[in-house]
């Protein structure tokens, strides 16, 4: 099994920046796909953001391209996504998921 540490949620004003950070342990193979999905309050789970680490293939949700960025550290087990622009719809919780597995969650909140 994998497991799935995410860090980096917080308070931020509308229009800062957050990078959450998802730390991988276990059995993963570097052709794993890892992506972070939000959960809003009151609402079903969301894919935000995906990387495929073999060929570099990333995927956004048209609600925050050009404003995140997925990126990974192969070496480190880690990706991460970097938030710029945020809006209070961006509020939620943020999990990453690789292979079927999930984290616990880490907590954003946008303040207008």
């Known amino acids: 099994d994998v497991q799935l540490q995410a860090s980096g949620g917080g308070l931020v004003q509308a229009g800062g920046s957050l990078r959450l950070s998802c730390a991988a342990a276990g059995l993963i193979s570097e052709n794993y796909a890892i992506g972070w999905f939000r959960q809003a309050p009151r609402k079903e789970r969301k894919a935000v953001a995906c990387?495929?680490?073999?060929?570099?293939?990333?995927y956004y949700a048209d609600s925050v391209k050009g404003r995140f960025t997925i990126s990974r550290d192969n070496a480190k087990n880690t990706v991460y996504l970097q938030m710029n622009s945020l809006k209070p719809d961006d509020t939620g919780v943020y999990y990453c998921?690789?292979?079927?597995?999930w984290g616990q969650g880490t907590l954003v909140t946008v303040s207008s």
């Open positions: 990387i495929n680490s073999f060929d570099g293939n990333t």
């Open positions: 998921t690789a292979g079927g597995n």
